[in-house]
T-cell receptor, first 112, second 115 residues
Framework: GAGVSQSPSNKVTEKGKDVELRCDPISGHTALYWYRQSLGQGLEFLIYFQGNSAPDKSGLPSDRFSAERTGGSVSTLTIQRTQQEDSAVYLC??????????FGPGTRLTVL | AQSVAQPEDQVNVAEGNPLTVKCTYSVSGNPYLFWYVQYPNRGLQFLLKYITGDNLVKGSYGFEAEFNKSQTSFHLKKPSALVSDSALYFCAVSGAAGNTGKLIFGQGTTLQVKP
């Protein structure tokens, strides 16, 4: 069956530009998560959506980061005015009722 | 504060030998513990989890892990390593009761299995 998909797989941008990263969760999964994987910081939780509840944004590193989830399905992570320290792999994951997160392949973001 | 420690950056074993990848945790309350594996340029794949019940849990690809409450450990093991097991392994713990998707990850351990 289809897993979590993310696009683009790679994104190169210039410092100061805005970027949008997309995540398509597994159909029917009610919970969606964004994580960031970088060499210096390892795997960091960013934000979590559960159904119609207000998202848990406690992991967002700055107000340049935001995310939305439309119709309880697709999610977009937006980074405004990108900085070089934003370079990382951004991973999306979804979950149904059990405890397991299913991760997508990630988007590798490079800020020049 | 809740945390996960993987004390070894890299583990090297010969094919056919048993392997252990270590993980210790610190969390208030009963932990939900997980192991994930990441192959190059791929996302994380779930291997196994401990929620409750038997301390020895079995997972994918012949891996198992033992929950030890007194030592706050959850080491990953496999009786006979394969070259194809070479990858980056992450231990994770649920950071919030009732929400096991908000995981705290260890720094990862690279497993290198040599023929």
């Amino acid at each position: 069956g289809a897993g979590v998909s993310q696009s683009p797989s790679n994104k190169v941008t210039e410092k100061g530009k805005d970027v949008e990263l997309r995540c398509d969760p597994i159909s029917g999964h009610t919970a969606l998560y964004w994580y960031r994987q970088s060499l210096g910081q390892g795997l960091e939780f960013l934000i979590y959506f559960q159904g119609n509840s207000a998202p848990d944004k406690s992991g967002l590193p700055s107000d340049r980061f935001s995310a939305e989830r439309t119709g309880g399905s697709v999610s977009t992570l937006t980074i405004q005015r990108t900085q070089q320290e934003d370079s990382a792999v951004y991973l999306c994951a979804s979950r149904l009722a059990d405890t397991v997160l299913y991760f997508g392949p990630g988007t590798r973001l490079t800020v020049l | 504060a809740q945390s996960v420690a993987q004390p070894e950056d890299q583990v090297n074993v010969a094919e056919g030998n048993p392997l252990t990848v270590k993980c210790t945790y610190s969390v208030s309350g009963n932990p939900y513990l997980f192991w994930y594996v990441q192959y190059p340029n791929r996302g994380l794949q779930f291997l196994l989890k401990y929620i409750t019940g038997d301390n020895l849990v079995k997972g994918s690809y012949g891996f198992e892990a033992e929950f030890n409450k007194s030592q706050t450990s959850f080491h990953l093991k496999k009786p006979s390593a394969l070259v194809s097991d070479s990858a980056l392994y992450f231990c994770a713990v649920s950071g919030a009761a009732g929400n096991t998707g908000k995981l705290i990850f260890g720094q990862g351990t690279t497993l290198q299995v040599k023929p």
